[in-house]
C-alpha cells in the first residue's frame, strides 16, 4: 500500500530534550516536505527536499533540521524543543515540486 | 495580503445542494492548485487537483480554475453529511502555499 509513514504519532516531552519525527514513503517520490499545523494559522511548510541530500528552508524553519540521506527518509528533528513547538505536524511527499502531495497521519508534539 | 485566501466560514448547505468553495491566491506565477479535505483530527486528503484554465470534473467534484482573475473553485455536487469537512485550497508557486480552509457543513 502506498503511504506517508510518521512516527511517533504522539509525544509529549519536555523543553529542551532533543526529539526526532521520523517520516518514510514508499512511493519513490523526490519531493519530500514537513508542515506545522496551529489553529487560525492553517498549514505552515517547515523544510522540504527536492532530492536526496538537497533540502532548503520552508516558511518557519527556526528551531528545526531536516536530513535526506536516502530517498524514502526524511527525518525532522528537533535540537532543543519549546513551548511554541507544540503542534501538530505532517509529512508530506510527491512526485516533483507541482505534483499533488501525499500526506501522513500526523505526529501530534506537545513541549512542557 | 494573504498568499492564499478561503472563506473560514462555516458554510451550511442542505444535504443534496451544490456546495461551492472559493479561493483566491496573489502571485500570478502560480501553476498548480490543489484541494484538500481535512477531518478533525485528521490529515489532508487530495480531493482535485487543476493546472489549466476551465473546468475539471471528477464525480461530484468540479475544480474551477481562472487564472486571469485569480481564483480557483471547488463544487461538490450532491453534498452528503459525509462531506462536512474543512477544505483547504492550496497554490504552488515556488512551493506550495495553504489557505486556511473553509468548513463545510452539510445538515441531513
Known amino acids: 500500500e502506498a503511504q506517508v509513514t510518521q512516527n511517533p504519532r504522539y509525544l509529549i516531552t519536555v523543553t529542551g530534550k532533543k526529539l526526532t519525527v521520523t517520516c518514510s514513503q514508499n512511493?519513490?517520490?523526490?519531493?519530500m516536505s514537513w508542515y506545522r499545523q496551529d489553529p487560525g494559522l492553517g498549514l505552515r511548510q517547515i523544510y522540504y527536499?527536492?532530492?536526496?541530500?538537497?533540502?532548503d528552508k520552508g516558511d518557519v524553519p527556526e528551531g528545526y533540521k531536516v536530513s535526506r540521506k536516502e530517498k524514502r527518509n526524511f527525518p525532522l528533528i528537533l535540537e532543543s524543543p519549546s513551548p511554541n513547538q507544540t503542534s501538530l505536524y505532517f509529512c508530506a511527499s510527491s512526485l516533483g515540486r507541482l505534483q499533488p502531495q501525499h500526506f501522513g497521519d500526523g505526529t501530534r508534539l506537545s513541549i512542557l | 495580503q494573504k498568499e492564499v485566501e478561503q472563506n473560514s466560514g462555516p458554510l451550511s448547505v442542505p444535504e443534496g445542494a451544490i456546495a461551492s468553495l472559493n479561493c483566491t491566491y496573489s502571485?500570478?506565477?502560480?501553476?498548480?492548485f490543489f484541494w484538500y479535505r481535512q477531518y478533525s483530527g485528521k490529515s489532508p486528503e487530495l480531493i482535485m487537483f487543476i493546472y489549466s484554465n476551465g473546468d475539471k470534473e471528477d464525480g461530484r467534484f468540479t475544480a474551477q480554475l481562472n487564472k486571469a482573475s485569480q481564483y480557483v473553485s471547488l463544487l461538490i455536487r450532491d453534498s452528503q453529511p459525509s462531506d462536512s469537512a474543512t477544505y483547504l485550497c492550496a497554490v504552488n508557486t515556488d512551493k506550495l502555499i495553504f489557505g486556511t480552509g473553509t468548513r463545510l457543513q452539510v445538515f441531513p
Open positions: 502571485d500570478r506565477g502560480s501553476q498548480s
Open positions: 512511493m519513490n517520490h523526490e519531493y
Open positions: 527536499s527536492m532530492n536526496v541530500e538537497v533540502t
